[in-house]
């Protein structure tokens, strides 16, 4: 198996109701990550949560949270996302038009 690292990172501006969403994942077919560090971070003046999933927002697929959707790293679990899957951040509480933003460390994994 062919083992790469993973390195990503989005941005999303908050809207309106204090809300933004940044969704990353594999990008081909037999493609898998595993993040193993996550950290969040905004512009906002206000203080944000941020809550991550595998896949979709619901609380059946929820990952992780941070009371402080700034400046927060979880490196405490590993999280293995598949291809077609993807990991989802999202934000509440923050400032209309400011920027959050999402990174993420692991490894990428092909050939299962």
Known sequence: ?????????G???????????????????????????VTVSTT?????????????ETPSRRLDGTVRGNQDTSEDDSYSIE???????VWSGGTPGAIATLFLLGDIEFGR
């Open 1 to 9: 198996m062919q083992k790469l690292v993973l390195d990503k990172s």
């Open 11 to 37: 941005q999303a501006t908050f809207d309106a109701n204090g809300r933004a969403v940044i969704r990353l994942g594999p990008e081909k077919a037999r493609e898998r990550w595993v993040v193993r560090r």
């Open 44 to 56: 906002s003046n206000a203080t944000s949560t941020a809550t991550t999933y595998k896949g979709v």
């Open 83 to 89: 291809s077609g899957e993807g990991f989802l951040c």
